[in-house]
């Protein structure tokens, strides 16, 4: 083959690698997304498919290349079982209960979690593994480097892709057409039909799915809007869960009305200025206008909930000039708005969804902080007052809010009881600013509260749940028995010792990331989804600093690594809060992105001198499987904490470096290619 030929064999390898890699991280989003939306379960393990996904693309890039050419063959099949049988048996809240659930607290339909979660699982490990062995053997073909690079610039393209999608609130038969069509094309024409048959079902049943009456998509649900006949509102599931009910404003006002507590429990209070956050359909916002506010701040995270307002509710209060729409998070409006309330209104924030995949926090979690609460209180005017209201499900849940709002305000707030452990609860700025009937007294011992280290409020002690355990423990034995019947010779890997740990810090790092950025500018998808990508962006430029450079200081790499680290560990999260937005940004962007860039450099070096570089990044990735498992223990340290142990995790990295990290294949020789780099030749 002559030079020109092996130039243009390595351009086309390129092109299909960075198609296999958008294909692989497209699927892997959409496959969190989509689960997540019809399978209720998965609310509440927060990265479940990511592990799964993580395991699958591990094997795929463990497997030998002379092996396992058949999962390649038949890559659609376990996706079209997957939407199927998740179709048929969507695991959904009965529709006759209304009550906001943890899992499994209330009667469910489809098949019970320890048949469903295991099949997931399963199924979804095999489907990553089948793209990624697709992936791995077009990386083997390239030298480390340039794989890695267009490997990051698919993953790049696929992130950036869904995002958009998100934005235009497409729905899941267009995810699953581009799926499709990503996979005929990589499955060439020897596959077409064996390909086309499987794909075609998928597409059908998620068809189905999006022409079902009522059926939207926001970038965080999946929404259905159910007219009900014998009275006139309307019935929104979130996910599969009872969410919201748009409901006449004479029945909102009326006497009994938790809509009208935070009024009724505040006589003296002008009303004028009202902030509703979690204004969702408009109940609230219609409330605040019929009680004569002069300006309502409506601020709503997620903008499909808001239009279906808008379009349908009786009273029309999103038409209404006195009201200004916030689509935003919560919190972070809190932070950028300098606006005086007579009332602030926390109006049912459960958003019953994760911030992303790679995390335990929820959309809502950061409003329920200590730290939120005096947010909200500097925020009222010097006679104004704070109102929560929900179906909290437990006494002591409702002792925990109650207990911070005592802590905030100096006194006790007003609480009002309904059905179901529904309580309001409203705080003044004094007592003479609150007229109680029933003042909130503790039904036991109070339960600390949540802070924005640890953002857990519907966790009561600073434990990893049995059930949690139970699930994370059977994850990690299907990877060792995985890693066994599909061949891979885990004494092997032991030379990619470093890798597999850089991978379990990296994992811990970039959730460390989402969360700080949650914090600082909102738990939207907007923002997490350019972490995601600022990620993604920082480990290329990385790459590409590696490729021009001869040889790499790995010493003064480390001593950049901890010392970034350390600075991340030593500044604490409000002191970055108190920034202006511009300088808030600047320092969020110093203290995740520096750290991920050194140890990427350092990964980068690695990979270029690994003697199979295809096993040395399937063990980083098996890697990262564990650091998903281990960002559980922020339930119990908080999340600064994990900072310590992605810094026990990078040292182990580097001893693991000098042991094995350098050792010459004897069996491969070197070839030089275009780039300046080498690869080699397996024998």
Same mark, same amino acid.
Request: include cysteine; charged fraction near 15%.
């Given at each position: 083959?002559?030079?020109s030929?092996?130039?243009h064999?390595?351009?086309?390898?390129?092109?299909?690698l960075?198609?296999?890699? #958008?294909t692989? $991280?497209?699927?892997?989003?959409?496959?969190i997304?989509?689960?997540?939306?019809?399978?209720?379960?998965?609310?509440?393990f927060s990265?479940?498919?990511?592990?799964?996904?993580?395991?699958?693309? =591990?094997?795929?890039?463990? %497997? +030998?290349?002379?092996?396992?050419?058949?999962?390649?063959?038949? #890559?659609?099949?376990p996706?079209?079982?997957?939407?199927?049988?998740?179709?048929?048996?969507?695991?959904?809240?009965r529709?006759? *209960?209304?009550? %906001?659930?943890y899992?499994?607290?209330?009667?469910?339909?489809?098949?019970p979690?320890?048949?469903?979660?295991?099949?997931?699982?399963?199924?979804?490990t095999?489907?990553?593994?089948? %793209?990624?062995?697709i992936?791995?053997?077009?990386?083997? &073909?390239?030298?480390?480097?340039?794989?890695? &690079?267009?490997?990051?610039?698919?993953?790049?393209?696929g992130?950036?892709?869904?995002?958009? $999608?998100?934005?235009?609130?497409?729905?899941?038969?267009?995810?699953g057409?581009?799926?499709?069509?990503?996979l005929?094309?990589?499955?060439?024409?020897r596959?077409?039909?064996?390909?086309?048959?499987?794909?075609?079902a998928?597409?059908?049943?998620?068809?189905?799915?999006?022409?079902?009456?009522?059926?939207?998509?926001s970038p965080?649900?999946?929404?259905?809007?159910t007219?009900?006949? *014998?009275?006139?509102?309307?019935r929104?599931?979130?996910?599969?869960?009872?969410?919201?009910?748009?409901?006449?404003? *004479?029945?909102?006002?009326?006497?009994?009305? +938790?809509?009208?507590?935070?009024y009724?429990?505040?006589?003296?209070?002008p009303?004028k200025?009202?902030?509703?956050?979690?204004?969702?359909?408009?109940n609230?916002v219609?409330?605040?206008?019929?009680?004569?506010?002069?300006?309502?701040?409506?601020?709503?995270?997620?903008?499909?909930l808001?239009?279906?307002?808008a379009?349908?509710? +009786?009273?029309?209060?999103?038409?209404d000039?006195?009201?200004h729409?916030?689509?935003?998070?919560?919190?972070?409006?809190?932070?950028?708005?300098?606006?005086?309330?007579?009332?602030?209104?926390?109006?049912?924030?459960d958003?019953?969804?994760?911030?992303?995949?790679?995390?335990?926090?929820? $959309?809502?979690s950061?409003?329920?902080?200590?730290q939120?609460?005096? #947010?909200?209180?500097?925020?009222?005017a010097?006679?104004?007052?704070f109102?929560?209201?929900?179906?909290y499900?437990?006494?002591?849940? %409702?002792?925990?809010?109650?207990?911070?709002?005592?802590?905030?305000?100096?006194h006790?707030?007003?609480?009002?009881?309904?059905?179901?452990?529904a309580?309001?609860?409203?705080?003044?700025?004094?007592?003479?600013?609150?007229?109680?009937?029933?003042?909130?007294?503790?039904?036991?011992?109070?339960p600390?509260?949540?802070?924005?280290?640890?953002?857990?409020?519907?966790?009561?002690?600073?434990?990893?749940?049995?059930?949690?355990?139970g699930?994370l423990?059977g994850?990690?034995?299907?990877?060792?028995l *995985?890693?066994?019947?599909?061949?891979?010779?885990? &004494?092997?890997?032991?030379?990619y010792?470093?890798m597999f740990l850089?991978?379990?810090?990296?994992?811990?790092?970039?959730?460390?990331?989402?969360?700080g950025?949650?914090?600082?500018?909102?738990?939207?998808?907007?923002?997490?989804?350019?972490?995601?990508? =600022?990620?993604?962006?920082?480990?290329?430029?990385?790459?590409?600093?590696?490729?021009?450079?001869?040889?790499?200081?790995?010493?003064?790499?480390?001593?950049?690594?901890?010392?970034?680290?350390?600075?991340?560990?030593?500044?604490?999260?409000h002191?970055?809060?108190?920034?202006?937005?511009?300088?808030? $940004?600047?320092?969020?962007?110093?203290l995740?992105?520096?750290p991920?860039?050194?140890?990427?450099l350092?990964?980068s070096?690695?990979?270029?001198?690994?003697?199979?570089p295809?096993?040395?990044?399937?063990?980083?990735?098996?890697?990262a499987?564990?650091?998903?498992?281990?960002e559980?223990?922020?339930?119990?340290?908080?999340?600064?904490?994990?900072?310590?142990?992605?810094?026990?995790l990078?040292l182990?990295?580097?001893?693991a470096?000098?042991?094995?990290g350098?050792?010459?294949?004897?069996?491969?020789t070197?070839?030089?290619?275009?780039?300046?780099t080498?690869t080699?030749?397996?024998?």
């Amino acid at each position: 083959m002559t030079l020109s030929e092996v130039a243009h064999d390595a351009r086309s390898v390129r092109w299909w690698l960075l198609l296999a890699s #958008a294909t692989m $991280l497209f699927v892997e989003l959409a496959l969190i997304r989509w689960t997540g939306a019809n399978v209720v379960h998965l609310s509440y393990f927060s990265n479940f498919i990511l592990l799964g996904s993580f395991l699958g693309i =591990g094997l795929g890039f463990l %497997i +030998p290349a002379t092996r396992g050419q058949w999962i390649k063959r038949w #890559a659609p099949v376990p996706l079209a079982l997957l939407v199927i049988l998740v179709r048929a048996y969507p695991v959904q809240v009965r529709q006759s *209960s209304e009550q %906001i659930i943890y899992f499994t607290s209330v009667k469910t339909t489809g098949l019970p979690e320890w048949a469903t979660l295991p099949v997931i699982f399963l199924l979804t490990t095999v489907i990553m593994a089948a %793209i990624g062995k697709i992936t791995a053997d077009l990386f083997r &073909r390239l030298p480390p480097l340039d794989a890695y &690079r267009f490997d990051l610039l698919g993953s790049i393209t696929g992130s950036v892709s869904f995002a958009l $999608l998100s934005w235009l609130g497409a729905p899941s038969v267009v995810w699953g057409v581009i799926a499709a069509t990503a996979l005929l094309i990589l499955g060439r024409r020897r596959n077409t039909l064996r390909y086309a048959v499987p794909l075609t079902a998928m597409v059908a049943a998620l068809l189905l799915e999006t022409t079902t009456a009522g059926i939207s998509w926001s970038p965080y649900y999946k929404i259905q809007v159910t007219p009900d006949a *014998s009275v006139p509102k309307y019935r929104i599931s979130a996910n599969g869960v009872p969410h919201q009910t748009i409901m006449p404003l *004479s029945a909102l006002m009326q006497q009994n009305s +938790p809509y009208r507590q935070a009024y009724d429990r505040t006589p003296a209070n002008p009303h004028k200025r009202v902030l509703v956050i979690g204004a969702g359909n408009g109940n609230d916002v219609a409330v605040a206008l019929a009680h004569g506010a002069q300006r309502v701040d409506a601020v709503e995270i997620d903008p499909r909930l808001q239009q279906i307002g808008a379009q349908l509710h +009786p009273a029309k209060p999103y038409d209404d000039p006195r009201v200004h729409v916030h689509i935003n998070d919560g919190r972070a409006y809190l932070e950028r708005t300098d606006t005086k309330y007579d009332l602030i209104v926390l109006a049912l924030p459960d958003s019953l969804t994760l911030v992303s995949g790679a995390s335990n926090l929820r $959309l809502e979690s950061y409003l329920f902080t200590q730290q939120s609460f005096e #947010a909200a209180r500097e925020h009222l005017a010097p006679h104004g007052a704070f109102a929560m209201y929900n179906y909290y499900r437990t006494n002591w849940l %409702i002792d925990r809010f109650a207990g911070s709002l005592d802590d905030v305000y100096g006194h006790a707030p007003c609480m009002t009881t309904f059905a179901r452990n529904a309580a309001v609860l409203v705080a003044g700025m004094t007592t003479t600013d609150q007229s109680c009937k029933q003042v909130w007294q503790p039904s036991g011992a109070v339960p600390a509260a949540a802070t924005d280290d640890h953002p857990f409020p519907y966790l009561l002690h600073r434990n990893i749940p049995t059930l949690y355990l139970g699930v994370l423990s059977g994850i990690l034995l299907v990877t060792l028995l *995985s890693t066994r019947l599909t061949g891979v010779r885990i &004494r092997s890997t032991v030379r990619y010792t470093d890798m597999f740990l850089m991978g379990a810090a990296f994992m811990l790092l970039e959730t460390k990331n989402v969360i700080g950025f949650a914090l600082y500018f909102g738990t939207t998808w907007l923002v997490n989804a350019l972490v995601f990508i =600022g990620v993604l962006l920082a480990v290329l430029g990385a790459v590409e600093v590696r490729r021009r450079l001869r040889q790499v200081n790995q010493p003064l790499l480390q001593l950049l690594l901890f010392g970034a680290l350390a600075v991340a560990w030593l500044v604490p999260a409000h002191a970055v809060l108190s920034l202006p937005f511009a300088g808030r $940004l600047a320092a969020a962007i110093a203290l995740a992105f520096a750290p991920i860039f050194f140890a990427n450099l350092i990964f980068s070096d690695r990979l270029a001198l690994a003697p199979d570089p295809t096993s040395a990044f399937g063990a980083n990735l098996l890697g990262a499987l564990t650091g998903g498992v281990l960002e559980y223990l922020a339930l119990v340290t908080g999340y600064q904490a994990l900072l310590l142990l992605i810094a026990l995790l990078y040292l182990g990295a580097c001893v693991a470096m000098r042991v094995t990290g350098n050792r010459p294949d004897k069996q491969s020789t070197p070839t030089p290619v275009q780039d300046g780099t080498v690869t080699f030749d397996r024998q």
